[in-house]
């Protein structure tokens, strides 16, 4: 099972959107909607901001928010702060034989 | 609330084994809504899942790494542990036990995660 496919970086300016894709295939991303995504600061546990492609765990800013089409998923944040410059990494259930695969990872970066 | 903390030998040699283990508190390994993960990190690289275990003793393994790795339970210490077998340099990596809800399929609490070195 090979990673999930995530652009190495992306960027914005204060105040602006950017999203983040996560594309996989038919055999993870395409066929359930069992889509995570977590933050991780530098040397920090990675933290759950999505799960089920859409829903927010409680606490977390309704600044970051999650899509699916296809076999690729897609996280936006939405007015973006300095405190949001940091890695992202999505995960999808991809069934019995390998349960969860994760993406290769995106550094956001606040210009 | 409940928190995951990882204990274990920070450098272990080549060939060895590398043994884990994940203390939960606040909260119950005996949980049936949970499963109980280890997920590692190399440096400057993505995560790994590597297996999981419920309180049951019911276990899934990474296929890459399923010939080498055991995971196990302790619900009396509310424990779990992870073992890694015949290691090499690729093993050295952060090391995070992690909570699974079953219900969402998403890990929702994290250890601080420990570094293990493969060096002689």
């Known amino acids: 099972q090979s990673a999930l496919t995530q652009p190495a970086s992306v960027s914005g300016s204060p105040g602006q959107s950017i999203t983040i894709s996560c594309t996989g295939t038919s055999s993870d991303v395409g066929s359930y909607n069992l889509v995570s995504w977590y933050q991780q600061h530098p040397g920090k546990a990675p933290k759950l901001i999505i799960y089920e492609v859409t829903k927010r765990p409680s606490g977390v800013s309704n600044r970051f928010s999650g899509s699916k089409s296809g076999n690729t998923a897609s996280l936006t944040i939405s007015g973006l702060q300095a405190e949001d410059e940091t890695d992202y990494y999505c995960?999808?259930?991809?069934?019995?034989?390998?349960?969860?695969?994760f993406g290769t990872g995106t550094k956001v970066t606040v210009l | 609330q409940v928190q995951l903390q990882e204990s274990g030998p920070g450098l272990v040699k080549p060939s060895e084994t590398l043994s884990l283990t994940c203390t939960v508190s606040?909260?119950?390994?005996?949980?049936?809504?949970?499963?109980w993960s280890w997920i590692r990190q190399p440096p400057g690289k993505e995560l790994e899942w590597i297996g999981y275990i419920y309180y049951s003793g019911i276990t899934n393994y990474n296929p890459s790494l399923k010939s080498r790795v055991t995971i196990s339970v302790v619900t009396s210490k509310n424990q779990f542990s992870l073992k890694l077998s015949s290691v090499t340099a690729a093993d050295t990596a952060v090391y995070y036990c992690a909570r699974e809800d079953s219900a969402h399929d998403a890990f929702d609490i994290w250890g601080q995660g420990t570094m293990v070195t493969v060096s002689s």
């Open positions: 606040g909260g119950s390994v005996s949980s049936g809504s949970y499963y």
């Open positions: 995960c999808s259930y991809a069934g019995r034989s390998t349960p969860y695969v």
